[in-house]
Nanobody, 125 residues
Framework: QVQLVESGGGSVQAGGSLRLSCAAS????????MGWFRQAPGKEREGVAA???????SYADSVKGRFTISKDNAKGTLYLQMNSLKPEDTAMYYC???????????????????WGQGTQVTVSS
C-alpha cells in the first residue's frame, strides 16, 4: 500500500504564499509520478501540477508562473510552493501518485491511483 499525507494548508490573503508538503510512505519509490490536485466546492477535481521521476514538470494553465512542484526523494516528500495566491485558488488540495508509466499520463493528470486525505487552502481577498 501507499500512504500519502498532506500538510501545510491554511488561510492566507490574496497575494500571499503557502507551501504544501506531502509525505509518502509504503510501496512507493522515486520512479512514481507525483501530482497535486484541487477541488473547490461545487467544482470538479482538477490537476494542478505533476512531476515525473526525472524531474520534468507539468502545470495547469491557471497556476503557471505562480506554483512550483518539487520533490525530495531522500525524504520521500513532495512539495507545492504557491505564490501570488488568488481567491480562486481556494480549494481542498490533494497529493496523488501513480506507478511509473508514460510521462504523458503524468503530465495530463490521468489515472492517479493513490490519494491523500487533502489539506484546505483558503485565500481571502
Amino acid at each position: 500500500q501507499v500512504q500519502l499525507v498532506e500538510s501545510g494548508g491554511g488561510s492566507v490573503q490574496a497575494g500571499g504564499s503557502l507551501r504544501l508538503s506531502c509525505a509518502a510512505s509504503g510501496y512507493i519509490d522515486s520512479r512514481y509520478c507525483m501530482g497535486w490536485f484541487r477541488q473547490a466546492p461545487g467544482k470538479e477535481r482538477e490537476g494542478v501540477a505533476a512531476i515525473v521521476s526525472g524531474g520534468g514538470t507539468s502545470y495547469a494553465d491557471s497556476v503557471k508562473g505562480r506554483f512550483t512542484i518539487s520533490k525530495d526523494n531522500a525524504k520521500g516528500t513532495l512539495y507545492l510552493q504557491m505564490n501570488s495566491l488568488k481567491p480562486e485558488d481556494t480549494a481542498m488540495y490533494y497529493c496523488a501518485a501513480r506507478p511509473p508509466s508514460s510521462r504523458g499520463y503524468c503530465y495530463t493528470f490521468r489515472n492517479f491511483a493513490y490519494w491523500g486525505q487533502g489539506t484546505q487552502v483558503t485565500v481571502s481577498s
